[in-house]
């Protein structure tokens, strides 16, 4: 029995220069992944082990195999220190190499505390593929949302052909009806901020359509950088209410934050 030679890595070149690591660039050119997004705050992530849950189930949908959260910390860890930060942006990737899959960490400067700025947006009729993982290769999530500021708003509304609104482009949006959030159903990611946001607050989750945004009385979007007050989707206006916006980020402050070290274990907070 003869069994056929490894493929010779491939050749890669970047600006006429080779990669370093071939192997390892053509599976992150390749898009073929997941991921996910955190702030880091004195060496802690709110929701780190729905992170890791996010990681772990998202790398079994796609590759079959775990991602350990024991893996994920150290290597959040070890770059975390390598780059001299203990609060950061932080990024985790997987992306798929031939039977298996690679993880790469990506660190920055950490996105500023406090609410964001007012957003108006432009409902499209888009969906992401797949849309219950935050996966790569976002083209058509990024052509919508360069649009919208091209159009003068400052980011997309994605819904269905039938006008139910799904989420941001990236971000989850929720409706205040004066009584509970309203969260819409249609296919979409469940962010980690909307997950440690929805139990400490008044909500709901339905269908929600574009007929039915005038009714509403105020909105905002919640992502990993940032919760920020929509004030417009089309010619729709909303207050900004400031007593809610209050009340939301108080409960966001009331997530703790999960160490990155090992040490407590990795359960999911909220």
């Known amino acids: 029995m003869t069994t056929s030679p490894a493929p010779a890595p491939a050749h890669i070149e970047i600006d006429g220069a080779p990669a370093a690591d071939p192997d390892s660039l053509a599976a992150v050119m390749s898009g073929y992944g997941h991921f996910t997004a955190m702030q880091v705050r004195d060496g802690r992530v709110k929701g780190l082990g729905l992170h890791l849950d996010r990681l772990d189930r998202s790398s079994r949908e796609l590759f079959g195999a775990p991602l350990p959260g024991e893996r994920v910390r150290e290597l959040l860890a070890r770059a975390l220190g390598r780059a001299g930060r203990r609060d950061a942006s932080a990024r985790v990737y997987a992306y798929e190499r031939g039977s298996g899959f690679l993880v790469a960490v990506a660190v920055?400067?950490?996105?500023?505390?406090?609410?964001?700025?007012?957003?108006?947006?432009?409902a499209v009729d888009y969906l992401r593929p797949a849309a219950h993982l935050k996966h790569l290769g976002g083209f058509g999530q990024t052509y919508h949302g360069d649009a919208a500021r091209r159009a003068g708003f400052d980011g997309a509304l994605l819904t269905t052909p039938a006008g139910e609104v799904a989420e941001g482009a990236v971000a989850n949006i929720a409706f205040w009806d004066g009584t509970s959030l309203v969260w819409p159903t249609a296919p979409h990611l469940t962010g980690i901020t909307m997950a440690l946001l929805a139990p400490r607050l008044?909500?709901?989750?339905?269908?929600?359509?574009?007929?039915?945004?005038?009714?509403?009385?105020?909105?905002?979007?919640?992502?990993?950088?940032?919760?920020?007050p929509v004030t417009a989707v089309d010619g729709?206006?909303?207050?900004?209410?400031?007593?809610?916006?209050?009340?939301?980020a108080g409960a966001y402050a009331e997530a703790?934050?999960?160490?990155?070290?090992?040490?407590?274990?990795?359960?999911?907070?909220?």
């Open 236 to 248: 729709v206006a909303y207050p900004v209410d400031g007593a809610l916006m209050a009340r939301v």
């Open 108 to 122: 920055r400067e950490a996105a500023p505390d406090g609410l964001g700025a007012p957003q108006r947006l432009t």
């Open 202 to 228: 008044p909500s709901v989750h339905r269908a929600v359509f574009l007929e039915e945004l005038p009714g509403f009385r105020a909105a905002f979007t919640a992502n990993s950088r940032t919760i920020a």
């Open 256 to 270: 703790p934050g999960e160490k990155i070290d090992s040490g407590d274990g990795g359960g999911s907070a909220g």
